[in-house]
């Protein structure tokens, strides 16, 4: 029977899962990575106002959540984005459009280089804006993570008291910060958690995961006994325990998990599969969050097999997860009877 209580994140090695990185660092990436464009991308932000007390921080989230293609050009819809929802595309120049073809971003643009931002419904002073392309190297640290080789773009509108100042862009990533100008002074937006492309930000804490199996070790009968109907020896079968436990080493981690969760799959010595726990069984198809902490879960499985060769069998225990799935091995040894 299968007792489930959870999941993990991301491999590292046979046993760890995921390593932790303080730096979300970006080496030379493609001037298209600024803008990520994938159906299920989300950015969650904080807004945090610079000005007289009593303003308080409030949260925001952008989100792609469908596409669309038309005369052989794909078109991405961009909810709660500079204030609006917009269907947008990247090109290979590259730049952002807004259908039918408004000009957003010019990332290939050099460093100095000016334009005017065309946007339907965006923040005030936006439409007609003049943008400038400020840096291509700025490093920006928020809660989501420090990401380097951002690119600044400055804003001049024409409203005095509000629009846009300066937005940056962290590749692979998208919009990471902004600040605007508000009759009571700013206003400062930063990103504190998303996935793209199906990445999580920011990099989750290390998972480690282990496995128990009863017994490890068979010790094959002397003599096997005769079915006295056939007159033929009674071949042996084992029945094993195993368990799959990831754990959290440091701060609690958000995994997702869906279908059947987990396997378990033995081996013998020669590496062809024994035994596979899915093998001919029906799973509800489904996704579900959950929080793996310091103390961990476990997936259990007893099960049953034939017999075994003698040598040293693998057990690989795996948890179906996102973004990755996290699995480890046991060895099982089989020896002759004394």
Request: proline share 7%; aromatic share 8%; net charge neutral.
């Amino acid at each position: 029977m299968l007792a489930l209580r959870m999941l993990a994140t991301r491999t590292l090695g046979a046993l760890a899962l995921a390593a932790v990185a303080t730096l979300v660092a970006a080496p030379a990436a493609q001037a298209a990575d600024y803008f990520p464009l994938h159906v299920g991308d989300k950015w969650d932000y904080v807004q945090t106002p610079v000005g007289p007390r009593g303003l308080h921080s409030t949260l925001m989230s952008s989100s792609i959540d469908r596409k669309t293609t038309s005369a052989g050009v794909t078109w991405f819809h961009l909810v709660n984005f500079q204030g609006g929802d917009h269907w947008v595309r990247e090109t290979s120049t590259p730049r952002v459009l807004e259908r039918p073809g408004d000009l957003w971003y010019r990332w290939g643009a050099a460093v100095g280089a000016s334009w005017t931002m065309a946007i339907n419904g965006g923040l005030p002073g936006s439409d007609g804006a003049t943008l400038t392309l400020g840096s291509k190297t700025e490093t920006v640290t928020v809660s989501a993570g420090t990401f380097k080789n951002c690119i600044r773009i400055d804003y001049k509108t024409n409203v005095a008291d509000a629009g846009v100042t300066s937005e940056w862009f962290a590749p692979g990533v998208g919009l990471v910060k902004r600040i605007e100008s508000r009759i009571y002074g700013s206003m400062l937006t930063e990103l504190s958690d998303a996935v793209v492309a199906g990445k999580v930000y920011p990099v989750p804490p290390p998972l480690v995961a282990t496995m128990t199996v009863t017994p490890d070790t068979i010790t094959l009968p002397g003599i096997l006994p005769v079915d006295p109907t056939t007159g033929l020896p009674i071949q042996p079968s084992y029945n094993f325990t195993a368990t799959l436990h990831i754990a959290a080493t440091g701060a609690s981690v958000k995994v997702t998990e869906g279908g059947y969760h987990c396997d378990f799959i033995l081996r013998d010595p020669n590496g062809n599969e024994v035994y596979r726990w899915s093998k001919g069984k029906m799973f509800a198809q489904y996704i579900r969050n959950v929080t793996i902490n310091k103390n961990g879960i476990d997936y259990s499985v007893t099960f049953s097999t034939g017999p075994l060769p003698i040598g040293s069998c693998s057990l690989e225990g795996i948890a179906v997860i996102n973004p990755a799935p996290a699995s480890v091995f046991m060895p099982i040894t089989v020896i002759a009877a004394p």
